[in-house]
């Protein structure tokens, strides 16, 4: 199977061609430059129409000078680069794949260099999340940007950033700050033009980089993946229109055995009680003011293999992080070599740091654990001062501050943001700015606040990760990972040694009542989190005797696990998946573990596929279709029909099952496909199969019938009336969506 690192963007690409044709490899020497910088000054002409062909003229003039701009964007790839802040000589040679290589002479130098490589393939990309970070987004974008603006300066981001970076170790400081100076080297060493976005979004060249900057992509990555909060607002919406055995039916417990039940979760009955004040709320307007959610939708996939398992007798790290499509990726592969310093995998842009990857001695990857960190709390304001809200010891004054946001083309918009001693107060995102004492989205005397473990105390992440990048063994890993505050992950690791092991990472909060699967009063103080769980306490494997250790976003643990980490849960089907190939092979080599991470056999596939019951085809179509199902294998390939007829339907169930569930301004959100709630329908026990009188079995299997005869049919007008001529790669097409321009107009 041929690789295809996502290393570079398309325009890196194209200057990747002529020196790889001739060479098959791209070299760019980087040294230290003293001179003073030369200072370059244009002339701005006026002039007026003199005619169609001054018109042409210049006509043909702007489009050369386009191709010119476009090109001066490319990044030099070859050649001799002075540059101001290194100590000594670096050198840059990329592979046929874009991949470059940094050789340096000291650490500083390679951080330095991959500032630089960064900035010349992914410039516009770091400015992007720069903005989004420090809540700046408005000022390129326009109005389009205000909603994610608001969320994070209501998060205050980038303060907290800038409180962090002064707490860090000289040593990381140094590390950030000669990264920060390779980004700057490239902005001002007029070697290469500003990308073209900048151009197109009307945007001015890019400030200079700071090395506080570099702290933002790990804040970004913990809202990112840790988005739980969204589904407790979800739920508190849906308490107020549904009945709980439905309310559980959409989130179900996966438990460690992966069985699948509708356990109830812990205190749902008492807090039921609590959809009169949901209702005041006005959620749905709230949730109309957040900005739409981003990132992936729990699917990453890891395992490790002990040398008893392999070929080499060497262990076998695999990991796939499921990030967001994009154009650019997510990623960008790099590999560093200085004195003291082997690094290769993938770095993050605007991060010096290996992100997951290898430093020569032990070896790392890592999933979402879907742990709940985050909560909802409602505030009752004090009835005879609004500016306080009350608490369990009494009545305490709201934090307050203002921010401005500067938004292209239109005026400012001025927030004013409060906190209590539980998190931010998010309900004021959904009031019209413009208001000067504006009408909340909340009933007289309540609002809502969001926790964070990354709000309550400065995180040490970024500094867990360098730990991580130096560490050359499993307790110097195990060292690095206690200051990993978030978001909470799991950690596979493999060493030169021969060990592996397993460990979750992360603040975890321990309530004093309860879990955080819905809003809960801060008034009372019994959902209160009174310490985070101790590291040590966290699961963890070393040396597994079964010599395997996989994750797929998973349940890790058993009912009697001594601490709660949560019940989201991603479905087990894909942990399933993967120990049943790992149990397939006895010696496993790399060959095998990429054919296992492109395997695309679907167990829920094959476990809804087995209940199908002639009964469920309601016409001739339907009929052929469930034949073509039922000697399918659940492989999802490209080239058969079989996977576009079991999506189609999924699809349709799902849509039908949550029509109730268009909730104002987020219809849709619950169009996602939820296994057990459909594994429900073809058992006959979904609650969502309204019986009217008659048995749950008999409603759930005509909605299946109805379902499939639609989806077929809506197929059928794209695809012909053959449906075995149909074909799933026709219909699931991966789109590269560019992350600013995807959004606009």
Known sequence: MESRPLASTTSSQVALVGCVLVHGYCGLRMVADDSPRKRVMTRLLKWSGVGLALAATLGVAALAGGYVYVRSSLPALEGVVPLAGLTGEVEVIRDRHGVPHIFAASADDAWFALGFVHAQDRLFQMETMRRVGSGRLSEM???????????????????????????????????????????????????????????????????????????????????????????????????????A???????????????????????????????????????????????????????????????????????????????????????????????????????????PAVILGHNGAIAWGLTTTNADTLDLFIERIDPTDPDRYMTPDGPRPFSKRRETIDVKGEAAVVLDLRSTRNGVVISDLGRPEAAAVPEGPVPEGHVLVLASPGLRAPERTPEAMFAINR?????????????????????????????????????????????????????????????????????????????????????????????????????????????????????????????????????????????????????????????????????????????????????????????????????????????????????????????GGRSAAETCAELAARALARALAERGQRFGSDMAKWRWGDEHVARFRHQVFSRLP
């Not at 991470?597 to 809804?608: N, W, Y």
């Open 141 to 243: 974008v326009g109005p389009t940007g205000i909603a994610m603006d608001r969320l994070m300066r209501a998060l205050d981001i980038n303060g907290r950033v800038e409180r962090e970076f002064a707490a860090m170790p000289a040593e990381d400081r140094a590390r950030l700050s000669a990264y920060a100076a390779g980004v700057n080297a490239l902005l001002g060493s007029r070697s290469q033009g500003a990308p073209v976005e900048f151009l197109l979004t009307g945007s001015r060249s890019p400030e200079p980089w700071r090395a506080q900057h570099s702290l933002l992509w790990a804040k970004l990555m913990g809202m990112q993946l840790a988005g739980n909060w969204r589904d407790e607002l979800s739920r508190a919406r849906l308490m107020t229109r549904l009945p």
């Open 471 to 691: 560490a050359r063994s499993w307790s110097e890993f195990l060292s690095a990972l206690e200051n990993w505050h978030g978001p909470v992950q799991n950690f596979v690791y493999a060493d030169t040694s021969g060990n592996t092991g397993f460990a979750t990472a992360g603040r975890l909060p321990v309530r004093r009542s309860g879990h955080g699967w819905l809003p809960r009063p801060g008034w009372t103080g019994e959902a209160d989190w009174t310490e985070f769980v101790p590291f040590a306490a966290l699961p963890r494997a070393f040396n597994p005797p079964t010599g395997r250790l996989a994750n797929a976003n998973n349940r890790i643990v058993a009912d009697d696990f001594p601490v709660f980490i949560g019940r989201d849960w991603d479905a087990p089907y894909r942990n399933q998946r993967i120990l049943e190939l790992i149990e397939a092979t006895p010696k496993h080599d790399r060959a095998t573990s990429a054919a296992m991470l492109a395997d695309p056999v679907s167990l829920f596939a094959r476990e809804i596929v087995a209940r199908l019951a002639g009964a469920m085809a309601a016409d001739e179509p339907s009929r052929r279709a469930i034949d073509l199902l039922r000697a399918w294998d659940g492989a999802a390939r490209r080239d058969r029909p079989e996977p576009l007829i079991f999506n189609a339907w999924m699809r349709a169930i799902t849509r039908d099952l949550t029509q109730e569930l268009a909730l104002g301004p987020a219809p849709g959100e619950f169009a996602r496909e939820r296994p057990l709630l459909l594994a429900g329908v073809f058992a006959g026990t979904s609650p969502f199969c309204d019986a």
């Open 245 to 351: 055995d439905k309310l559980r039916a959409l989130w179900p417990e996966w438990p460690a055995d992966d069985a699948t039940t509708l356990a109830a979760p812990e205190g749902l009955a008492a807090q039921e009680g609590l959809a009169d004040i949901y209702r005041a709320l006005d959620l749905d307007r709230l949730a109309a003011a957040l900005p739409a959610p981003w990132g992936p939708t729990q699917a990453s996939n890891q395992w490790v293999l002990a040398g008893g398992r392999t070929v080499s007798g060497k262990p076998i790290l695999v990991n796939d992080p499921h990030l967001t499509l994009g154009a650019p990726g997510q990623w960008y592969l790099a590999r560093i070599d200085a004195p003291g310093l082997i690094l290769a995998g993938a770095t993050a842009p605007g991060v």
